[in-house]
């Protein structure tokens, strides 16, 4: 099993800055990704960001592009997600994943984030 804990959400005004992380324990070995989905009130949840572990390939949402970034430390097997320009759009639960390529996926807790106008 893998265990995902995420930390660091919060209330911020449009146009500030959030810090997310995720550390991951338990069987965290094989080839995965790791990254982050989220999920506003009413809607279902959407795909963020993600970081391959091994290569360190990013991909991100068009809708969060050039304003999130997302960064591993492998030795510490912990994921960030910088949140820049931040927009009343972008509050949700935001939500941990651990994909593996072969046996599925884990997911985390969820942290809120909240941004006032």
């Known amino acids: 099993q893998v265990q995902l804990v995420e930390s660091g959400g919060g209330l911020v005004q449009a146009g500030g800055s959030l810090r997310l992380s995720c550390a991951a324990s338990?069987?965290?070995?094989?080839?995965?990704?790791m990254g982050w989905y989220r999920q506003a009130p009413g809607k279902e949840r959407e795909f963020v960001t993600a970081?391959?572990?091994?290569?360190?390939?990013?991909r991100y949402a068009d809708s969060v592009k050039g304003r999130f970034t997302i960064s591993s430390d492998n030795a510490k097997n912990t994921v960030y997600l910088q949140l820049n320009s931040l927009k009343p759009e972008d509050t949700a639960i935001y939500y941990c994943?651990?994909?593996?390529?072969?046996?599925?996926?884990?997911w985390g807790q969820g942290t809120q984030v909240t941004v006032s106008t």
């Open positions: 994943n651990l994909h593996r390529y072969v046996g599925g996926d884990y």
């Open positions: 338990g069987r965290t070995f094989g080839s995965y990704d």
């Open positions: 970081i391959s572990w091994l290569g360190g390939s990013t």
